[in-house]
Structures are given as C-alpha cells and as structure tokens.
C-alpha cells in the first residue's frame, strides 16, 4: 500500500507544499499545497492581489518562496535561480525584443543552449508554422499586432521543449475579440504539444473555458480547487459563489430537515449541517430558476403549504434585455423584501409572453439553492 501511494505521487508533474511568501511583514501567500498532473492545464485564478502572480512566480523562482518546497517532475526545485529550471514564460506585456526580428527573438533561447544554425532555423520555422504566423519572421516586433506578438511569445516560450509552460495573464492587454481568438488558440496549442500548463488570470471566463483544473485564490490561501464545472455548479465559499459567475444572495433562516426561509417561504435546499435559525445567506443562480408560466393564482400564498419543487409566485419587477436572454428581477409577497435575478431564455419570454408586471410560477430546484454561513454572526431574527 505505501508503495503504491509513493508512485502515486510520483506521477504528479508539480507538487507545491507548504508554501508561504511575505514581503515583509506582508503575507502574500499562506501555506499554498497543491498538486498539478502532467499535460495538465491549471488556471490561477482570482482577484487582483490575490497572489496568484506571486505563486506563479514562486513556481519559476522569480520569487523564491519564504518556506516551503516546489518540486518538479520528480526534483526538488525549491531553491534553484530560474535558469536552472524548465519552464517556459509568457507575459502580458510580450517582453519581446524590440530591435530583434521575430526570428530572432524565437531563436534567442534556441542559440544559448547550443543548437547548431541549421537546427535553430529550422525550429523557428517550425515554431512560426505551429503559431500561424509562418511569413512574419523577417519583421520586427513593432509591426505585428498586440495577438500576434503574444503568438511569437508562445512561440519563444515553447522553443526549447519545456516541461512546463507559465502564461501570466497573457491575455489581458488584448481587446475582447482578440482574447477570445487566442484563447482557443493556446488551449488548442497546449493540447497539440501536451505540455505541463500553469495560467493566472483575473477573468472568470477565460478561466472556465481553458482550464482543466481551476485554483481560486483570495488573500493569499487557495478557497478551492476543482475542474470548471465543480467550481461553478458546487462552489465550497461565498467568496467563490460570488466570484465566479453571477449569483443570487439573499439572507435567509436556516430550517431542520434540509430547508430554508428565505423571506416569507421555506424551501427545500441542499443539505446542510446549520442549526435551526441559523443566520445564513442562501445562494442560486440566476439561470437555475425555472419559468413556469404565468401565475394561475393556485401557488403557495404567505405562510402557504409547501409543494414538491419549490414552486411560488412572483411579480416580475422588472426586466432587462441582455441579448442571449432576458434578466427578470423577481419580488412579491412570498419573497417578503427580497429581489431575485433570474435568467430567462428570449424562447421562454415569447412562449410564455411575460411582461413587466406579470405574476409568474417559478420552480426554485432544492439540488441548486445552496446556504452558506452569513456574513453577520448570530441567529436570524
């Protein structure tokens, strides 16, 4: 058994423990632990300040870590300067060589290790092909545009083969239709290439989309670790619930047997171990809850008995056209002074023919309304 666990953990490309990081008397990362697979593509994502860069930057020892270990396929990489590492680096600002044509900055790396001429022209060749770019190498980096720098600086990352690929928010200086563009661009490379990726990024939606994994940072410790769809359907935080998509947050009663009162109706919710009036904020989506069509006015009313589905009437306060959808704000007497924001689809709208002022059944699925511990200490009154 303890052998198979020590292979086990052999087969982790990465492997951070117990890292910690203070810039004086500021801690700028606390006890980060985690674990990256080979070929794999992790996003570090967070707010600004959150120490996602100062992590990134410990894994390449740009900043050597406080205490701690970092190991790399297998070798302790702790205390090595970043020579001495294998990764590769892109940044957002392109740290291209301006006065160096595109192939030689590509080739700038490929020079130092030894390569003979032959060999490194035909690698940056084979490097400007894999980017798209196989016609720009005579040209300096000033004629190209902001994407197609970032590509020969995926390029010049990648020349010499590394274990490892570090993208520090690489796409954050390109405008919205670039970034997407690129976006699948790199994802698509990395899958090509398998190589061992690590990204930090501020925006929510680059991380859902690349990444296989997902850490969330905040404050310097790590809320939480999982693929994209755990991150989004099961969020293990507030600060995550709220960071990543949009997310309704109300403040609720905790109920026994699995409920919650949320205005002036309970609800059956995931379950939770809070005790009966509890303080707490209850979390769903906006896209989670379900249209049923006009109100017939047979629904729940104040204090009504509880059917299967969490079914109630609402007023529709307001709405707002969001292109793909439609954003209702929810009230009424069941919801007390509470607003809900539900999402819903332009077909639901015209099917259902909803209008501003239109009482409406909704569903609220108990598998999506989540509880977590209120932001205010005490029982809810």
Same mark, same amino acid.
Request: aromatic share 6%; charged share 25%; hydrophobic share 40%.
């Given at each position: 058994?303890?052998?198979?666990?020590?292979?086990?953990?052999?087969?982790?490309?990465?492997?951070?423990?117990?890292?910690?990081?203070?810039?004086?008397?500021?801690? #700028?990362?606390?006890?980060? *632990? &985690?674990?990256?697979?080979?070929? @794999?593509?992790?996003?570090? !994502? +967070?707010?600004?300040?959150?120490?996602?860069?100062?992590?990134?930057?410990?894994?390449?020892?740009?900043?050597?870590?406080?205490r701690g270990t970092v190991?790399?396929?297998?070798?302790?990489?702790?205390?090595?300067?970043?020579?001495?590492?294998?990764?590769?680096?892109?940044?957002?600002?392109?740290?291209?060589?301006?006065?160096?044509?595109?192939?030689?900055?590509?080739?700038?790396?490929?020079?130092?290790?030894?390569?003979?001429?032959?060999?490194?022209?035909?690698?940056?060749?084979?490097?400007?092909?894999?980017?798209?770019?196989?016609?720009?190498?005579?040209?300096?980096?000033?004629?190209?545009?902001?994407?197609?720098?970032?590509?020969?600086a995926l390029a010049r990352?990648?020349?010499?083969?590394?274990?490892?690929?570090?993208?520090?928010?690489?796409?954050?200086?390109?405008? #919205?239709?670039?970034?997407? *563009? &690129?976006?699948?661009?790199?994802? @698509?490379?990395?899958?090509? !290439? +398998?190589?061992?990726?690590?990204?930090?990024?501020?925006?929510?939606?680059?991380?859902?989309?690349?990444?296989?994994?997902?850490?969330?940072?905040?404050?310097?410790?790590?809320?939480?670790?999982?693929?994209?769809?755990?991150?989004?359907?099961?969020?293990?935080?507030?600060?995550?619930?709220?960071?990543?998509?949009?997310?309704?947050?109300?403040?609720?009663?905790?109920?026994?047997?699995?409920?919650?009162?949320?205005?002036?109706?309970?609800?059956?919710?995931?379950?939770?171990?809070?005790?009966?009036?509890?303080?707490?904020?209850?979390?769903?989506?906006?896209?989670?809850?379900?249209?049923?069509?006009?109100?017939?006015?047979?629904?729940?009313?104040?204090?009504?008995?509880?059917?299967?589905?969490?079914?109630?009437?609402?007023?529709?306060?307001?709405?707002?056209?969001?292109?793909?959808?439609?954003?209702?704000? &929810?009230?009424?007497?069941?919801?007390?002074?509470?607003?809900? !924001?539900?999402?819903?689809?332009?077909?639901?709208?015209?099917?259902?023919?909803?209008?501003?002022?239109?009482?409406?059944?909704?569903?609220?699925?108990?598998?999506?309304?989540?509880?977590?511990?209120?932001?205010?200490?005490?029982?809810?009154?």
């Open positions: 058994m303890a052998a198979r666990k020590a292979h086990a953990q052999e087969q982790k490309f990465l492997r951070i423990e117990g890292l910690w990081k203070a810039f004086g008397k500021f801690l #700028a990362l606390k006890d980060i *632990s &985690l674990e990256v697979d080979r070929g @794999e593509f992790v996003c570090f !994502l +967070g707010p600004s300040g959150c120490g996602k860069t100062t992590l990134l930057r410990a894994i390449a020892g740009l900043d050597i870590q406080t190991a790399q396929d297998g070798k302790d990489i702790s205390n090595l300067p970043p020579a001495e590492r294998d990764f590769g680096i892109v940044f957002q600002s392109y740290a291209l060589f301006p006065n160096l044509t595109i192939e030689k900055n590509i080739s700038f790396g490929l020079e130092n290790i030894g390569l003979s001429r032959e060999k490194v022209k035909a690698r940056v060749a084979e490097l400007l092909d894999l980017v798209g770019l196989p016609d720009q190498g005579k040209k300096y980096p000033a004629q190209l545009s902001g994407g197609q720098q970032q590509r020969i990352a990648i020349a010499s083969k590394p274990g490892l690929l570090l993208l520090d928010e690489p796409l954050s200086a390109l405008d #919205a239709r670039v970034r997407v *563009s &690129l976006r699948h661009e790199i994802k @698509e490379l990395q899958r090509k !290439l +398998g190589v061992t990726t690590i990204m930090v990024t501020h925006d929510q939606e680059e991380g859902l989309s690349m990444g296989d994994r997902i850490v969330v940072m905040n404050h310097g410790v790590v809320e939480q670790i999982g693929t994209p769809t755990e991150i989004y359907r099961d969020p293990q935080s507030l600060f995550v619930a709220d960071f990543i998509g949009e997310m309704n947050q109300v403040p609720a009663k905790a109920l026994a047997n699995n409920a919650v009162k949320i205005g002036e109706t309970s609800f059956n919710c995931v379950p939770h171990d809070f005790g009966a009036g509890a303080a707490v904020i209850a979390t769903i989506r906006p896209e989670d809850i379900i249209p049923h069509g006009r109100s017939t006015g047979k629904g729940r009313g104040k204090g009504g008995t509880k059917k299967p589905g969490n079914t109630i009437d609402v007023d529709i306060a307001d709405m707002e056209f969001l292109g793909s959808y439609w954003r209702a704000i &929810l009230g009424g007497e069941q919801l007390g002074e509470l607003r809900l !924001l539900a999402n819903l689809s332009i077909n639901a709208i015209r099917r259902m023919d909803l209008a501003v002022g239109m009482k409406l059944a909704i569903e609220i699925p108990p598998d999506r309304l989540k509880l977590f511990p209120s932001k205010n200490a005490g029982p809810a009154e």
